[in-house]
Nanobody, 119 residues
Framework: QVQLAESGGGLVQAGGSLRLSCAVS????????MGWFRQAPGKEREFLAR????????VYAASVKGRFTISSDNAKNTVYLQMNSLKPEDTAVYYC????????????WGRGTQVTVSS
């Protein structure tokens, strides 16, 4: 089982930046696929980005491509989400998640970190 812990959320003005971190612990492997998601009040959870732990290959949702960047530091067992040009509609709880295959559901989730973007 993989344990995930997000950090780095907070309050930022529109146009600003934040970097979220996700610390990965437990039964990690080089085959992990790490994802970032968010959920705003009253809305469904939204996929944002994914990175393959072993190759570094990335996938982005169209809604954040060009503004958000996912990266990983394997030596620190940490995945990051750099968020630039933030908008009020980016306000949500942000979650990281992990799975062992590029397909299927994510099996491990963090508790989330709140990001609030003021206008």
């Amino acid at each position: 089982q993989v344990q995930l812990a997000e950090s780095g959320g907070g309050l930022v003005q529109a146009g600003g930046s934040l970097r979220l971190s996700c610390a990965v612990s437990g039964r990690t492997s080089s085959n992990l696929f790490m994802g970032w998601f968010r959920q705003a009040p009253g809305k469904e959870r939204e996929f944002l980005a994914r990175i393959a732990w072993s190759t570094g290959s990335t996938v982005y949702a169209a809604s954040v491509k060009g503004r958000f960047t996912i990266s990983s530091d394997n030596a620190k067992n940490t995945v990051y989400l750099q968020m630039n040009s933030l908008k009020p509609e980016d306000t949500a709880v942000y979650y990281c998640a992990a799975k062992n295959t590029p397909w299927g559901d994510y099996g491990s989730w963090g508790r989330g970190t709140q990001v609030t973007v003021s206008s």
